[in-house]
């Protein structure tokens, strides 16, 4: 059945390192989004890409870097510039049924950075 | 500046009765509001939305309410069940998503 998936669940690095998570969608969905969540502050947008090697920066954007070689992939790259990185990272995407259509999500990915 | 606020970090209700999210926004040109409700280490799922013409949405157990006026949605949940307990946001879109803060409901048996 079709749907996103995340990998790993659980990430740990150490500072100063750069460390990519992966998103994987079979939904044949354009549009693809990295949120950061932290507590209390909601959601927060990352990079999104409307189509397959295109991408725009989010609300959060410094620190991480994103490609979309693949309709089916989207990796986020968070890199030692980003100055907390220790955070839940959801990736989602969006199909074509209009701009009101719903985001899906996949289950996050929990980065600890030490 | 938070353009989508839920001012209630935390919710609790007895099993039955009715739970009430609110959500405030601050520009009155949104045009369409979006309920998702998230479990631990799951990502959201979308629960409900509402178009600006419209003032209310019902689905099952879930309603939601705009009142255009004083850029004000609430999500009614009745009656609430403990599988209800979760995480919920309220999103706006503007081109892309806003989310508030999120409301954490517990709904006690």
């Known amino acids: 059945d079709g749907g996103i998936t995340q990998s790993p669940k659980y990430l740990f690095r150490k500072e100063g390192q750069n460390v990519t998570l992966s998103c994987e969608q079979n939904?044949?969905?354009?549009?693809m989004y990295w949120y950061r969540q932290d507590p209390g502050q909601g959601l927060r947008l990352i990079y999104y890409?409307?189509?397959?090697?295109?991408?725009q920066k989010g609300d959060i954007a410094e620190g991480y870097s994103v490609s979309r070689e693949k309709k089916e992939s989207f990796p986020l790259t968070v890199t030692s510039a980003q100055k907390n990185p220790t955070a839940f990272y959801l990736c989602?995407?969006?199909?074509?049924?209009?701009?009101?259509?719903?985001?899906?999500f996949g289950n996050g990915t929990r980065l600890t950075v030490t | 500046d938070q353009q989508v606020k839920q001012n209630s970090p935390s919710l609790s209700v007895q099993e039955g009765r009715i739970s009430i999210l609110n959500c405030d926004y601050t520009?009155?040109?949104?045009?369409?509001f979006l309920w998702y409700k998230k479990y631990p280490a799951e990502g959201p799922t979308f629960l409900i939305s509402i178009s600006s013409i419209k003032d209310k949405n019902e689905d099952g157990r879930f309603t939601v309410f705009l009142n255009k006026s004083a850029k004000h949605l609430s999500l009614h949940i009745v009656p609430s069940q403990p599988g209800d307990s979760a995480v919920y946001f309220c999103a706006v879109r503007t081109g892309k998503l806003i989310f508030g803060q999120g409301t954490t409901l517990q709904v006690k048996p």
């Open positions: 989602a995407s969006r199909g074509s049924g209009g701009y009101n259509s719903p985001l899906h």
């Open positions: 939904l044949n969905h354009d549009a």
């Open positions: 890409s409307q189509i397959v090697n295109d991408f």
């Open positions: 520009n009155s040109m949104f045009d369409y």
